[in-house]
C-alpha cells in the first residue's frame, strides 16, 4: 500500500534540503531560460519582427516557461535522484523507516513536478515584470507547467534505473531532451519545418504544452492543447510503474 503521508514526507525531505541551497538552485534554473529571453527575444527580436502575428519576444516567452519546467524537473529526476539512490545512499536510510520504495519514487517524481513549477512560477514573474504577460487567461499555463513537470520527472525516473553513472546522463540530456526542445516549437513555428519533421514535432510531448502556454498568454483557450497536456502528464503513472521496477531491481543487485 502507498501511504500519501509517507509520500509527503519524501517531498518534504527534499523540500527542506532544497531550502538550504535556494540561492544556486533558482540561479541554475532561470540563469539559462532567461538568457534565452533577453537575447534571443530582443536580439532576434529587432530582426524578426513577428511570427503567427505576433511580436517575436511574445512568441518565445511562454514556451520557455515550459522548457524551463521540463529542464528543472529532468535534471532533479536525474542527477539529484542518482546522486541520492548511489552516493548518498539517502534511500537505503529512508527505506530503514516505514517509507517503502514506491512511496521514495512517488515523492521524488512530485518533488521534481515542484521543482519545475517553481522555476516556471519565477519565471513568469519576469515575464510580468518586461510586460510579457497579456491574459489572465493565461494562469492555463500553470497546468501545462505541471503536466510538463510530471511527464519529464517521471520519464527522468527511468533513466535512473539504468545509470551507472553520471556520465550516463549525457546520452538523455543531449539525444532526447536537447531535440526535444529544439523541435516543440519554442523558437519557431513547427509548421516552417519539413513535412516529415512537422509529423514528428506534432507528437512531441512538449508540443502541446508550448500551445497551451502561447495561446492562453493570447488571450485564447486551446482546448486540444489542454487535453493533449493532461494526456502527457497522465502518462507519468505509467512511467512512474516502470522507473519503479527498474530501480527496484537494480537496488536489490
Known amino acids: 500500500m502507498i501511504s500519501i503521508k509517507m509520500i509527503y514526507r519524501v517531498w518534504y525531505r527534499n523540500f527542506v534540503v532544497w531550502t538550504k541551497f535556494l540561492k544556486p538552485s533558482l540561479v541554475a534554473s532561470l540563469g539559462e531560460p532567461l538568457l534565452y529571453l533577453v537575447l534571443m527575444g530582443y536580439g532576434m527580436g529587432r530582426l524578426v519582427h513577428e511570427v503567427n502575428g505576433m511580436k517575436y519576444i511574445d512568441f518565445l516567452a511562454p514556451g520557455l516557461i515550459i522548457s524551463s519546467s521540463m529542464f528543472s524537473a529532468s535534471f532533479e529526476a536525474t542527477i539529484s535522484s542518482y546522486t541520492r539512490m548511489i552516493t548518498q545512499k539517502t534511500y537505503d536510510a529512508i527505506m530503514a523507516t516505514p517509507v517503502n520504495l514506491s512511496e521514495i519514487i512517488t515523492g521524488e517524481i512530485l518533488w521534481g513536478t515542484t521543482k519545475g513549477l517553481i522555476s516556471s512560477v519565477f519565471f513568469i514573474a519576469i515575464m510580468s515584470a518586461f510586460g510579457l504577460v497579456h491574459s489572465g487567461l493565461f494562469v492555463m499555463s500553470l497546468i501545462a507547467v505541471i503536466m510538463d513537470g510530471l511527464f519529464f ?26 531535440p526535444l526542445f529544439l523541435f516543440c516549437g519554442i523558437f519557431f513555428p513547427i509548421d516552417t519545418l519539413p513535412e516529415w519533421v512537422r509529423h514528428i514535432a506534432m507528437y512531441l510531448p512538449l508540443t502541446p504544452m508550448v500551445d497551451l502556454s502561447r495561446s492562453s498568454n493570447s488571450g485564447i483557450m486551446n482546448y486540444n492543447a489542454l487535453l493533449l497536456s493532461v494526456i502527457m502528464g497522465m502518462l507519468s503513472i505509467p512511467m512512474g510503474i516502470l522507473a519503479y521496477r527498474l530501480i527496484k531491481k537494480r537496488l536489490i543487485k
Open 153 to 178: 520527472s517521471a520519464f527522468s525516473m527511468i533513466f535512473v534505473g539504468f545509470a551507472h553513472s553520471y556520465e550516463f546522463f549525457n546520452y538523455f540530456f543531449t539525444i532526447i531532451l536537447t
